[in-house]
């Protein structure tokens, strides 16, 4: 593929005497570590040396709006044009390629970025943006050479803002976040069970107060949509916009006083919404509509099929491309809409699809979670075609919040963002649910391939979300034992020998029990709740946990401890929030150096599962302030307590030292991790 990107590739490296990254002879800083890409470039060679300048001179002639775009990134670091400045060429490439998204990168003397589109030009100017230092008033680049393009043609994040609004300052933060990750679609779902968030001249009562259950009064304006819609094609992403219909229309109805979606009044206005939305935009600006059709689960949201059809000619007669959920209505007479598959949902034969299974941010845990990201292979293939499109990361905060921060604050969005953009740029060549609930052992491959990326992130990390939320930090070097499942026998309070004495053996009941040492990762899941492949196959037990942390010091330190994931969705669907005294139902415990850590004081202590409309406040360990646990100089024994019954949806437990700092949470990298039994 990109036969001309390749040779290109030789002969740069011939004339500028690149080696691969981590050339210890002619290359003694890594710049590979120091610059890091992400998503990782197809072909990459780094050089020896970095280029410093102090001015720039743009040459755009096939590309001025690019170039506008790159000299006012260069203002912002007060770095000006001169006609004597470093040369930045922004060529038009004479090869026809097979990936209108394709785009080169050379860095010596002067920097060359070409591409046969403007598409190309963008992201090669996005990868010059993440490998930018200043230096003593100066700008620096490394030396190198790369080809690079996306395997997926759909590369995707969805807000959903029908349940929780969002301003347009922070939709547009987030937009800005994923084209510097290169993604090409935001999917924009912008009606839902508490409100219609779209304003409709023709039927203004749907932004009506009594029909909008959470943040009355708040909704997009038409011009707050174009003003969306100017943001995203400047930075080269598709706007999908989604009426989901005929289920979750709570706030439709009230709007319109209708009882069932098969009122026949309905189908004239759905219709009229619809080309009301189409007539905002042309078909080239936005090429898609999402109508939903997902969890139709009442008899007063169902409609005939012919509505539902009807709706898709109407699209279609407008050029746009339907796209429906699935699960969702399967209309038999529909041959070409494509499907958006969600949970384990397959696609419809024939159907385009885009993938959103195992991509719903509100259910991961910001550590665990990643390694989930990381490892899929997304469509379940490695590389998009004529069916596979790509995927689309998705973001459900169902509950009610407090405020829309909250939505970035409980949820790991930023984090999923960078992970995924590398799975669904890249593909990957093996799907990996071995490892989509933890991760994989020490010292394989897989698990070198994700520490590397790992410190990729975090280089990013600290480079580009100073201040935001951000809710990772290495995690690879934390490593622990476990023994278990020990039976309880349904009363998840009993105690075992472990926490007596630590030995490397126990003979509980007449059985043996030894400690498994191959456990990494801040977050462990014994059992995953969606059942991917975790630790065991038991439903109920006991699991202890154990490791030892080097401190170089007395002192007390802030801990993420947490035997829950709260999913953000559907109440709190583990099951009844834990009293006071307890870190959660099912009563988990954890020692450092055999003294007992108090848990958190709850601010709304024992809520019942079915409690959507109250916001989360310090549920999840990392929104909540962190447990301060006094660790002496030398090596501190911490054990947990991890039972596990019939009435709880999860089996985890997190227990991770943070720096809690003005620009988010960092590592403590001089607290070491060790599973030796030291000190017992």
């Not at 020692?591 to 549920?619: A, S």
Request: net charge negative.
């Amino acid at each position: 593929m990109l036969d001309f990107f390749k040779a290109k590739v030789l002969l740069y490296t011939a004339l500028l005497g690149f080696c691969i990254s981590g050339c210890a002879d002619s290359n003694p800083e890594n710049f590979e570590d120091k610059y890091p890409i992400i998503p990782t470039p197809k072909e990459i060679r780094y050089g020896s040396d970095e280029i410093q300048f102090e001015h720039i001179n743009i040459q755009a002639t096939d590309f001025e709006n690019e170039g506008r775009l790159l000299a006012g990134f260069f203002e912002s670091k007060q770095i000006k044009e001169d006609t004597k400045g470093l040369t930045i060429e922004l060529k038009k490439s004479s090869t026809e390629k097979e990936n209108d998204e394709a785009y080169s990168l050379t860095i010596s003397d002067k920097i060359v970025i070409s591409a046969t589109t403007h598409k190309g030009i963008y992201y090669g100017i996005q990868t010059l943006k993440q490998i930018f230092r200043k230096q003593n008033k100066k700008g620096v680049f490394p030396k190198l050479t790369l080809n690079d393009w996306p395997v997926f043609k759909i590369r995707g994040f969805m807000h959903d803002t029908g349940r929780n609004f969002q301003s347009v300052y922070q939709l547009k933060e987030q937009i800005e976040i994923l084209a510097q990750y290169k993604y090409n679609v935001f999917h924009w779902h912008l009606t839902d069970n508490p409100g219609w968030r779209l304003e409709s001249k023709i039927y203004p009562e749907l932004q009506a107060e009594h029909a909008t259950t959470r943040q009355k009064g708040n909704f997009y304006t038409q011009e707050d949509f174009k003003d969306i819609l100017e943001f995203c094609k400047a930075r080269n992403i598709t706007l999908i916009p989604e009426f989901d219909i005929p289920g979750h229309t709570d706030a439709f109805r009230k709007a319109l006083e209708i009882d069932e979606m098969r009122d026949p009044k309905v189908k004239p206005i759905l219709l009229d919404l619809f080309q009301e939305l189409m007539d905002l935009t042309s078909a080239e600006d936005v090429p898609y509509i999402h109508m939903g059709t997902d969890e139709v689960r009442n008899d007063y949201e169902r409609v005939s099929n012919d509505v539902i059809f009807e709706i898709m000619n109407l699209i279609r007669k407008n050029n746009r491309e339907v796209i429906v959920w699935k699960e969702g209505i399967v209309v038999k007479r529909d041959s070409t809409s494509i499907n958006q598959l969600w949970a384990y949902h397959e696609g419809r034969k024939g159907h385009r699809f885009i993938d959103s299974r195992s991509n719903y941010i509100n259910h991961l845990d910001p550590f665990a979670g990643m390694a989930r990201l990381y490892f899929q292979q997304p469509t379940r293939q490695p590389k998009g075609d004529s069916l596979a499109l790509g995927g689309i990361l998705a973001a459900w905060p169902d509950n009610n919040i407090n405020n829309e921060r909250d939505i970035l604050i409980q949820n790991p969005i930023y984090p999923s963002m960078v992970f995924y953009s590398d799975a669904i740029w890249n593909g990957r060549a093996k799907d990996y649910p071995e490892y989509w609930a933890k991760l994989p052992p020490k010292d394989t491959q897989e698990f070198n391939d994700f520490k590397a990326f790992e410190k990729k992130v975090i280089t990013q990390r600290d480079l580009f979300f100073k201040g935001k939320e951000f809710q990772y930090i290495t995690q690879t070097d934390k490593h622990w034992k476990l023994i278990g499942p020990l039976n309880h026998q349904g009363d998840v309070e009993t105690s075992f020998p472990v926490e007596e004495s630590i030995k490397d053996t126990y003979n509980i009941d007449g059985n043996p029990y030894t400690w498994t040492d191959n456990h990494t990762g801040a977050t462990i899941h014994l059992k995953h709740f969606f059942g991917f492949p975790a630790v065991t196959e038991a439903k109920q037990g006991t699991y202890y946990a154990y490791t030892n942390i080097y401190a170089p010091n007395d002192r007390i330190q802030d801990f993420w401890v947490g035997f829950q994931g709260w999913s953000r969705s559907g109440g709190r669907r583990v099951g009844p929030f834990p009293d006071q005294g307890d870190w959660h139902t099912t009563k988990p415990k954890i020692w450092v150096n055999n003294t007992e850590i108090e848990p958190p004081v709850w601010k709304q202590p024992n809520l019942g599962t079915k409690t959507d409309e109250i916001p989360f406040i310090d549920e999840d360990y990392f929104y909540r302030n962190p447990t301060k646990i006094h660790l002496k100089k030398g090596w501190n024994k911490v054990l947990l307590k991890i039972p596990q019954d019939r009435n709880s949806w999860k089996w985890m437990f997190t227990c991770i030292p943070v720096n809690i700092t003005e620009n988010g949470v960092r590592e403590v990298p001089e607290l070491k991790y060790s599973t030796k039994f030291e000190n017992n």
